[in-house]
């Protein structure tokens, strides 16, 4: 159903057994990418949810890149299949990309222009109604500077700009390759803020790649943590925690006669300011504790900690798996 507020159209998914329907707006099967000898892409396997802001992340040279190309159609697979609303992408690519909007890099602009007749090249070249630009500059936040020359913006008014131009088309799945890359703290949140909002404003599901863990954090509801063209995880960011092991953290008066009761019990442990931080490995937490207190360690801190989502994706990405 769609319901008008002024010149923005809201639409609210249709409800079955009173819960959302999880259609499956991106869908890839054993996704490859090879450049030579080099795969870039290894066989990966992406879903993303209709109405979801999916975080697509990892360090730079991941595949993060390479994988947005071939959903956008720009490259060719090496083999693998790329199903965009339900339609093969190889098969249907003209009437899937009419759906979808994408900014990769950095956006395209006349610097000559302004922001308003930027806006109306782009409506012309994709055989638009002009109607829709004041809409656009008015979600992204440029109304003010719409007659303003391009060349005279800063960088984050430029990412909104082209965040305006791939919106234009009211697409259903918007394509986002790294867009706070180089922004200052101020322009990051303002992408950020964007970002969030328009799912609620266009019923539009959102892909977003980047390396900044902190950043997909605040925005994604899903996302897909790629390394070395492999996919690691894929899930919500509390499924993510919950596959984090739990450290125990013991604080000690006595800290050498604590540190070998517990090398006398076999644990594996490291020191942190003055902490012992230390994984049970199949010891029960009240067993550890209590060969502690009949030793007679002198003991004022025994409790359980949950590593940080930057210390679970550093696992993942320098090592493979979780610890």
């Known amino acids: 159903m769609k319901f008008k507020f002024g010149p923005l159209v809201y639409k609210y998914n249709s409800i079955k057994g009173g819960a959302v329907m999880s259609e499956k707006i991106i869908e890839t099967v054993n996704l490859t990418k090879k450049f030579k000898d080099f795969k870039a892409v290894n066989g990966i396997n992406l879903t993303v949810k209709k109405g979801r802001v999916y975080g697509?992340?990892?360090?730079?040279?991941?595949?993060k890149s390479t994988t947005i190309r071939m959903l956008l159609g720009l490259i060719k697979p090496t083999k693998g299949q790329v199903k965009i609303f339900g339609m093969d992408l190889r098969k249907n690519r003209i009437d899937i990309l009419k759906k979808v909007g994408s900014m990769v890099e950095a956006p395209s602009y006349y610097g000559n222009l302004t922001?308003?007749?930027n806006l109306q090249v782009t409506a012309e070249l994709l055989e638009l109604d002009h109607k829709y630009i004041d809409e656009v500059l008015e979600v992204v936040k440029l109304t003010e500077w719409k007659n303003r020359q391009v060349s005279k913006f800063s960088l984050g008014m430029k990412q909104r700009l082209g965040i305006a131009q791939a919106l234009i088309s009211k697409p259903e799945l918007l394509i986002l390759d790294e867009p706070t890359?180089?922004?200052?703290p101020s322009g990051?949140?303002?992408i950020r803020g964007l970002i969030k909002k328009l799912p609620k404003i266009y019923d539009m599901t959102v892909i977003?790649?980047?390396?900044?863990l902190s950043e997909i954090e605040l925005i994604a509801d899903d996302i897909g943590i790629i390394n070395r063209g492999n996919i690691l995880f894929q899930g919500t960011l509390e499924e993510l925690h919950a596959k984090s092991k739990?450290?125990?953290?013991?604080?000690?008066?006595?800290l050498q006669e604590t540190i070998n009761t517990l090398n006398n019990y076999g644990c594996k442990f490291k020191l942190k300011d003055k902490d012992i931080f230390l994984q049970p490995e199949g010891r029960e937490a009240d067993d550890i504790l209590k060969q502690l207190i009949?030793?007679?360690?002198?003991?004022?801190?025994f409790v359980e900690v949950q590593k940080s989502l930057e210390e679970i994706f550093l696992d993942l990405t320098e090592g493979g798996e979780i610890k």
Do not use: R, T, V
Request: aromatic share 8%; net charge negative.
């Open 208 to 212: 977003i790649s980047s390396h900044n």
């Open 115 to 117: 922001a308003y007749e």
């Open 294 to 301: 009949l030793d007679d360690n002198k003991i004022f801190k």
């Open 246 to 254: 739990g450290e125990l953290c013991i604080g000690s008066k006595n």
């Open 56 to 63: 697509f992340l990892g360090p730079n040279g991941a595949g």
């Open 181 to 184: 890359n180089g922004l200052d």
């Open 188 to 190: 990051i949140h303002e």
